[in-house]
């Protein structure tokens, strides 16, 4: 899979690469760039945003940025799923995660400020997407939140210590979320692991499982 991401603050997604599940298939399974749009600005000293149309507080990327980045990357608007984050976006949710894994190829474009200038939306991007009803300050958490899920997806990403397929959200569990888990000591301060875990009987414990992810999904 190829991601790339436009952003005005590349040095975010440094710490990202050189852990799991990134840092597993880089060069692998995932090929990752992160472009500056100030490095391919068209504006001089670097600009990339300006005051809005109509007024009212803060900035607004510029198209003629947005577009020169994506002009000096693909010579233009690319034939790949583009990926505007942006709190106004689908709400990103396991099913998308499912469906955005089985690209080949991804464009995720962030903002900062008052956003973007709608047109980079409404004509460089096939997609809107939010990681939730709630404004943070720039796009690379939700494009951190994207690549992250998106990734764990790719085959050899995630480590033995880890289990991608019976998890919250997985059809295993019928999209429900995953059971309690427990780890030593059996009893710290009084506080016991349920007795069934400890019976060795895995009949019981799976059907202990279902029954904890079942009444967890329900409330
Ligand atoms: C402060 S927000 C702009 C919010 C915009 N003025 C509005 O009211 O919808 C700046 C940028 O952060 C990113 N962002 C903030 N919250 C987000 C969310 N919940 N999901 C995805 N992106 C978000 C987007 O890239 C957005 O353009």
Redesign the pocket.
Same mark, same amino acid.
């Given at each position: 899979m190829q991601i790339d991401i436009f952003t005005l603050v590349p040095s975010a997604f440094e710490w990202m690469c050189e852990r799991r599940p990134l840092a597993a298939v880089l060069g692998g399974e995932l090929e990752l760039r992160v472009f500056n749009y100030r490095e391919t600005t068209p504006l001089s000293a670097r600009q990339v945003d300006d005051e809005p149309y109509g007024g009212g507080a803060?900035m607004v990327?510029r198209i003629d940025v947005a577009a020169a980045a994506f002009d000096a990357v693909y010579g233009g608007i690319p034939e790949r799923r583009v990926i505007?984050?942006?709190?106004? %976006?689908r709400q990103l949710n396991q099913t998308l995660v499912e469906e955005l894994a089985s690209e080949e190829s991804l464009t995720l474009?962030?903002?900062?400020?008052? %956003?973007?200038d709608e047109r980079i939306v409404e004509h460089m991007c096939t997609d809107a +997407?939010? +990681? %939730?009803?709630? +404004?943070?300050? %720039?796009?690379e +958490?939700?494009a951190m939140a994207l690549l992250d899920s998106v990734v764990r997806r790719l085959p050899g990403a995630l480590g033995s210590e880890e289990s991608g397929l019976i998890e919250s959200f997985s059809e295993e569990l019928d999209g429900g979320l995953e059971y309690p888990q427990y780890t030593r000591p059996a009893e710290f301060r009084g506080w016991k692991v349920p007795e069934v875990l400890l019976s060795g009987n895995h009949a019981r414990i799976e059907s202990w499982r279902r029954e904890q992810s079942r009444l967890r999904s329900a409330k």
């Open positions: 803060g990327l505007a984050l942006t709190p106004q %976006g474009v962030s903002s900062r400020f008052e %956003g973007f +997407i939010s +990681i %939730g009803p709630y +404004i943070l300050s %720039g796009g +958490i939700p």
